[in-house]
């Protein structure tokens, strides 16, 4: 194999694991446990089973308004108003899964945003808009490279888990102060100057999963496990009750397992279940998730 070939981690699924995974995917209405289950089945399908108020954390990462291959599934776009009613469509149905004291983050882009601004704002409080850099891509040659990407951050009420001492960033001093020759909130580590901050609404600190990250799946739209690992410890404590309507290839479960939270994930493309299931079993061996370490949120591409 080619030099990338040798590096590239790309997590794969044989056909023998294919039907190994499927034995574990669910549907609704279930019998069982629901909690820690990755569902394979439409939302619209599934939400009309899930119980009211047993989500602490709601992160949503809704398919763009931008045609879209999803393996087998192909979301084509609408004209706003339209995106706007599909959005409200299952949204509105989520509000009663909801505990008085959750926290809900959706997720857009530049165009989208407006719109679920819109929808958002009659349900929630909206709190915040994160922006976070989605350095990928070689970008347009007629416009302006297209490289961020929102989040909102909104709750139900104004009594909310925020942990803001667990989401530090380590960040590299540029002009380091002192006080009376001591240094003033910075200290040095390997002959680097280094401070702990506070992370603000711009996030420039987050790799987009690529080919030498053993979280990379083939899904198209993955979310880095970095940027899920903020959010979780900001908005929720160990053992609370993550949904992920949306789930993709499981990021969020492979989080929440990986902090100590319960998780629902709901999925239509059995494909990216299965991608799920096999990332949920590799985080039973490994919790590390890249760029975090020993509670502290480190550069981008660090490799801890």
Not at 14 to 32: F, H, M, N
Not at 168 to 197: C, H, M, N, Q, S
């Amino acid at each position: 194999m080619g030099k990338m070939g040798s590096k590239n981690r790309t997590i794969t699924l044989e056909d023998i694991e294919k039907q190994r995974y499927s034995k574990s995917l669910i549907r609704l209405p279930y019998k069982g446990d629901i909690l820690n289950k990755i569902v394979n089945q439409d939302i619209f399908e599934a939400i009309e089973y899930l119980p009211d108020n047993f989500v602490d954390l709601l992160f949503i990462d809704p398919p763009y308004n931008i045609n879209k291959n999803f393996h087998s599934i192909k979301f084509e776009k609408m004209d706003e108003d339209q995106y706007y009613n599909w959005v409200d469509s299952w949204l509105s149905k989520m509000i009663r899964l909801l505990k008085p004291t959750s926290s809900i983050y959706i997720c857009s882009e530049w165009k989208t945003s407006p719109i679920l601004y819109d929808v958002l704002k009659k349900y929630f409080y909206i709190r915040n808009r994160i922006t976070f850099e989605r350095e990928k891509g070689r970008g347009a040659k007629t416009n302006w490279k297209n490289n961020c990407e929102d989040i909102y951050f909104c709750t139900i009420s104004n009594q909310y888990t925020f942990n803001i001492e667990q989401i530090k960033i380590k960040r590299k001093v540029i002009a380091p102060y002192r006080e009376k020759g001591k240094p003033k909130d910075w200290f040095i580590e390997e002959d680097e100057k280094y401070r702990l901050t506070y992370p603000s609404n711009i996030w420039t600190d987050i790799t987009i999963p690529f080919w030498s990250m053993k979280e990379n799946t083939p899904h198209p739209t993955q979310k880095p496990e970095k940027l899920l690992a903020r959010i979780i410890l900001a908005s929720s404590n160990e053992n609370d009750v993550i949904l992920d309507p949306f789930a993709g290839s499981g990021t969020t479960a492979v989080v929440a397992k990986k902090l100590g939270r319960n998780f629902l994930a709901i999925e239509i493309e059995k494909e990216y279940c299965l991608y799920a299931l096999k990332r949920l079993e590799l985080a039973e061996k490994d919790k590390k998730i890249q760029g975090y370490d020993n509670g502290i949120f480190l550069d981008r591409n660090c490799l801890k």
